[in-house]
C-alpha cells in the first residue's frame, strides 16, 4: 500500500523556518521522483518544487527560488522541504507527491503529472 506522510507544519512568524518531511512507502522510492505542492484558501493548488529520482536535479517555483531548498534521504525514503525566510503568502496546505520517472523533471510542475499525493500539512506563517 502507497503511503505518503507529512510532518513538519506549523505556526510561525514571517522570518523563520520549517523543515517539512514526507515519509514513502508501498514503492520503490528510488525510481520516483518527488514534487511538493501547496495550496492555500481560495487558490488553487500550486507547484513549489520537485527533486529528481537520484537528487541530481532540483526545479523551484519563482515564488520560492533562494528561501526553499529540496533534499531527499534514500536511505529513509524520504524528502524534505527547509523553508527558510518564511513569508505570509507561504500560508498554506502543503503536499508531497511521487512520480515514477528516470526522465527530466523540469516538466512535471503540474499536479495531473503525479501518480501519488500525501494527505498535507498546514503551514502558517503570521506575526
Known amino acids: 500500500q502507497v503511503q505518503l506522510v507529512e510532518s513538519g507544519g506549523g505556526l510561525v512568524q514571517p522570518g523563520e523556518s520549517l523543515r517539512l518531511s514526507c515519509a514513502a512507502s508501498?514503492?520503490?522510492?528510488?525510481?520516483?521522483?518527488m514534487g511538493w505542492f501547496r495550496q492555500a484558501p481560495g487558490k488553487d493548488r500550486e507547484f513549489v518544487t520537485v527533486i529528481s529520482w537520484s537528487g541530481g536535479s532540483k526545479i523551484y517555483a519563482d515564488s520560492v527560488k533562494g528561501r526553499f531548498t529540496i533534499s531527499r534521504d534514500s536511505a529513509k525514503n524520504t524528502v524534505y522541504l527547509q523553508m527558510n525566510s518564511l513569508k505570509p503568502e507561504d500560508t498554506a496546505v502543503y503536499y508531497c507527491?511521487?512520480?515514477?520517472?528516470?526522465?527530466?523533471?523540469?516538466?512535471?510542475?503540474?499536479?495531473?503529472?503525479?501518480?501519488?499525493w500525501g494527505q498535507g500539512t498546514q503551514v502558517t506563517v503570521s506575526s
Open positions: 508501498g514503492f520503490t522510492f528510488g525510481s520516483y521522483a
Open positions: 507527491a511521487a512520480k515514477p520517472t528516470k526522465l527530466n523533471v523540469s516538466v512535471y510542475r503540474s499536479g495531473s503529472d503525479y501518480d501519488y
